[in-house]
């Protein structure tokens, strides 16, 4: 949530237009011509420094907590994602699908085609949407479906100095960048085909 909120920060203090917080997101909207490639593409480095910031303060909160925990994986889970089961394409798999649903279900949400959302409500809806996909498709990799929400902070793990802390898993790292970028995409191609952008 710390990440959330310093990733929104970022993007306003860099001029961000829209209210993204994820880069998939980012991505999809700039294959529908919202954004210019410059533009999506400072907007996901915001995104991912957001994430970076937000591990940081997580580090600061949690700071009494380090020396006493013994587990360097419980360590890790603070700051970033890991499959339930490691099996590199079932994951990828698992975060492209859910990123679908999320992207496809944004886009449908706010589309002009399906109707019009009360003003204000939209931030509420993907807030229950997000917590809707976490709790029926994350138990499989975590649910990143963000690549700054998992990126951001395993930098920070891997930067700031916690005590008895492991690796930051980059072995694992790219499924929950690649994959909902994959997923971005694919929403995006499918919202189009059906006429809801």
Known sequence: MIGVLAGVFVAIACGAP???INPAVTFAKLLNGVYQTSDAILI???QIAGGFFGGCITWL??????EVTDNAGLKLAVFCTAPAIRNYTQNLICEIIATVVL???IFAMFSKNVGAMAPGFGPYMV???VWGLGAS????TGYAMNPARDL????AHAFCPIHGKGNSDWSYSWVPVVGPMIGGGIA???AKALAIL
């Not at 498709?137 to 499989?140: D, I």
């Open 61 to 66: 909160f949690f700071r009494g907590h380090w």
């Open 137 to 140: 498709l994350g138990g499989t």
């Open 44 to 46: 996901m480095l915001s």
């Open 152 to 155: 951001g902070p395993r930098l």
């Open 103 to 105: 992207v496809f279900v």
């Open 188 to 190: 995006y191609f499918l």
């Open 127 to 129: 807030a229950v949407l």
């Open 18 to 20: 829209q209210a993204d």
